[in-house]
């Protein structure tokens, strides 16, 4: 008698994958699939896809997704769910549209703690427009923008949105972690599977960041990639939990 021990996610549709080599979306989108089978969930959710390197997100998750414009992810997000409060509700973003164009809509979506789940994508720059400096790209970090590295004097230092999130009260959850070896790959997902708890327990809003490499516009191989997220994000972007519901709630 054979025993399964991995197979495919039924978060996940047949599509092939569209991303870069090493890039390690398909990593996180497999963590979220998994966790909405789990917990039996694919059926009555509504995934809200960004402008990004995941655009295509409808393509990849089974279960009913809308397409958003260019930051506007949270807004989208918190219609669906008013309208349609039993369902689970997800976005799914990347640090240019999260943390960019949509800075103001990630904030007070949490400021009024809507009851919907935000997974975030933080590769350090703008991956699908061609490398260009993101919010979060790292000081002396080079981009088709910032070819001699980034300036604090010209560009401010590197957004944390996690640090940031932290402070509003409506944002319930709040956890950064990486993907960048197995060990951590687990840790990220008992902190996704957190955030869709705490959404279904009607807590309020909750956001996961996730570490991500960008192998392509770094411009290094995906192995020398996953050690430069190690060497040079978690410096800056410690991983942790920055906000977590009471116990007993």
């Known amino acids: 008698m054979e025993t399964m021990i991995f197979g495919k996610t039924q978060g996940l549709t047949d599509k092939q994958f569209h991303y870069c080599p090493g890039c390690t979306h398909g990593i996180i989108h497999r963590l979220v699939a998994e966790v909405l089978e789990e917990m039996d969930l694919i059926g009555d959710t509504v995934g809200v896809a960004p402008v990004g390197c995941a655009v295509l997100a409808y393509d990849y998750f089974n279960c009913d997704m809308?397409?958003?414009?260019?930051?506007?992810?949270?807004?989208?997000?918190?219609?669906?769910?008013?309208?349609?409060?039993?369902?689970?509700?997800?976005?799914?973003?990347?640090?240019?549209?999260?943390?960019?164009?949509?800075?103001a809509e990630i904030i007070h979506v949490a400021h009024r703690s809507e009851k919907m789940t935000t997974i975030f994508v933080n590769n350090a720059i703008y991956g699908m427009t061609g490398g260009q400096m993101a919010p979060t790209t790292l000081i002396d970090q080079k981009s088709t923008t910032s070819p001699y590295g980034r300036s604090a004097a010209e560009a401010g230092l590197p957004l944390k949105m996690c640090e940031l999130m932290a402070t509003i009260d409506g944002a319930v959850f709040v956890?950064?972690?990486?993907?960048?070896?197995?060990?951590?790959?687990?840790?990220?997902?008992?902190?996704?599977?957190?955030?869709?708890?705490?959404?279904?327990?009607?807590?309020?809003?909750?956001?996961?960041?996730?570490?991500?490499?960008?192998?392509?516009?770094?411009?290094?191989?995906?192995?020398?990639?996953?050690?430069?997220?190690?060497?040079?994000?978690?410096p800056y972007y410690p991983l942790g939990n920055f906000r977590t519901p009471e116990e007993g709630k």
């Open 66 to 103: 809308q397409e958003a414009a260019h930051g506007r992810a949270p807004a989208v997000a918190t219609g669906i769910k008013r309208v349609h409060p039993d369902n689970t509700v997800f976005t799914y973003q990347g640090d240019g549209d999260l943390a960019a164009i949509g800075t």
């Open 175 to 234: 956890e950064r972690v990486s993907v960048h070896d197995v060990p951590h790959i687990r840790k990220a997902k008992k902190a996704i599977r957190k955030a869709f708890e705490v959404q279904q327990k009607g807590l309020g809003f909750a956001m996961v960041e996730v570490l991500s490499t960008c192998p392509t516009n770094w411009g290094i191989t995906p192995v020398d990639s996953l050690t430069w997220l190690k060497e040079n994000m978690l």
